[in-house]
């Protein structure tokens, strides 16, 4: 399936490195100029750093321009014009969407964008879905409702860009949607790793088993790590019968990353995008493959509100993988994203990713999908606990796989957890987006 075919945009997926470098500082310096000449806040953050557009000749210069963070935001929205504030870079008349973030701690951050801002994302996600074998002989559905947040808005556009015919299941309950999707023979979906086995356990309360009865073959997860988790993504698999791509997004950057159907990793979209990666405690960029650290990113295309070095917290690593057999010359990223830098937590003194316990727990067959972990302290130690749903039929098993979980856990994160069994399905289900680590030791 190698050739044309296969690509989206067949120019920009395959060009040499080199050329795609040549393009990427380019549109670098046209986005740095566009918010220095556009924004208050680029060009005031800019000015007192004493860099001006003309100062952007090589890829080092960048690393000069001073990042932005989510933080930064909540003042920048208190100003003229309402509500986005002095970062925006068009008039107010020229935004057509308003998205906000969804994240659970401090106020929304709102996005705005132009038309053209909007159809660019739904461009730049074409590149997903046409790699991931969408093509317009698919009948998508998406389970999501008519909302402020960005969820699968983005899917819905780019699918019907491609050609595709779209379903709106938005109203629909979760059973109504499971009926839809029969009824119309969808062949596939966007949604979260934990709507995506929470459809499955629904469908099998209501008789229905995905991977006979429905027609969905192809499944792309978005929101969370367990696209990229081995384990999470064989549960997704085996419950639908059907292939599951991870992609990489959020409201302020766009969708920036996503798996071909090669799977070794996420391509980044450095035809829309610039990635670094840098050293969580030292800020050190980070280069080489292998080595974790905090993604900054620059948005090349979005007008309305450019994210341009923005601190995104999103931990991931580079791939050691140089050429993915899908000839797709857009570099790699190893196991998706891990999780939030704010997550990644020390416990005990150890840094401790929740992808790994996601990992750990989804590998043993006796349990459900959901978990929870709490951590706290008693004293000066922090103690931690890991709540699992032990499937009806597996009761007798409870020792040996308290021993499986106890070692696992051990070699994967380092750390000892006190066990707790919980009986199948009493554990909280979420609808969207899960909160299944808790640090109480923050007052979380
Ligand atoms: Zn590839």
Redesign the pocket.
């Known amino acids: 399936m190698k050739g044309v075919e296969q690509y989206w945009n067949p120019i920009l997926e395959t060009l040499p490195r080199e050329k795609l470098q040549q393009l990427q500082l380019k549109k670098f310096q046209n986005i740095f100029k566009w918010a220095y000449e556009h924004s208050r806040f680029y060009h005031k953050l800019y000015s007192e750093a004493g860099i001006e557009p003309g100062d952007i000749r090589t890829f080092d210069d960048i690393l000069k321009v001073p990042k932005i963070e989510k933080a930064m935001m909540r003042d920048i929205q208190g100003k003229d014009p309402f509500p986005y504030g002095d970062i925006l870079c068009v008039p107010l008349t020229a935004v057509t969407e308003y998205r906000q973030t969804s994240g659970t701690t401090g106020q929304p951050i709102y996005q705005a964008d132009t038309w053209q801002d909007w159809e660019g994302g739904a461009e730049a996600y074409c590149y997903a879905l046409y ?1 991931q074998g969408y093509r317009d002989s698919d009948r998508l559905f998406v389970p999501f409702g008519y909302n402020i947040f960005i969820a699968f808005w983005t899917y819905h556009y780019a699918g019907e860009k491609l050609g595709c015919e779209v379903i709106p299941g938005g109203v629909l309950n979760t059973e109504a949607r499971i009926l839809k999707m029969q009824e119309l023979r969808a062949t596939a979906m966007g949604a979260t790793p934990t709507y995506v086995l929470g459809m499955a356990e629904t469908a099998i309360k209501m008789g229905i088993e995905p991977p006979k009865d429905l027609f969905i073959r192809k499944i792309t997860v978005a929101g969370e790590p367990g696209g990229s988790v081995p384990a999470t993504r064989k549960r997704m698999e085996d419950a639908w019968g059907a292939k599951v791509y991870d992609q990489a997004g959020s409201t302020e950057i766009g969708h920036w990353g996503w798996e ?1 159907r ?1 799977q ?1 990793g996420l ?1 980044v979209n450095e035809a829309f995008y610039l990635a670094e990666i840098e050293d969580v405690d030292t800020g050190e960029l980070i280069t080489e493959p292998g080595r974790r650290g905090k993604m900054v990113i620059t948005t090349f295309d979005r007008l309305a509100q450019p994210c341009i070095r923005f601190d995104s917290k999103d931990v991931i690593e580079w791939s050691a993988i140089e050429k ?3 000839g ?1 010359t857009f570099r790699l990223i190893r196991g998706g994203v891990m999780g939030r830098a704010d997550d990644i937590t020390k416990v005990k003194g150890v840094l401790l990713a929740p992808a790994a316990i996601e990992e750990v727990v989804r590998a043993v067959p006796q349990l459900g999908d959901e978990y929870e972990v709490v951590v706290t302290k008693k004293g000066d130690i922090d103690d931690i606990t890991l709540k699992v749903e032990l499937l009806p039929k597996c009761k007798a098993e409870i020792s040996a796989i308290r021993e499986t979980l106890t070692r696992e856990l051990r070699t994967k994160t380092n750390l000892r957890y006190n066990l707790e069994f919980h009986d199948y399905g009493t554990l909280p289900r979420y609808e969207v987006k899960a909160k299944r680590f808790k640090d109480l030791r923050k007052g979380d």
């Open positions: 790699a071909c090669y070794c391509h993915c057999e899908c797709r």
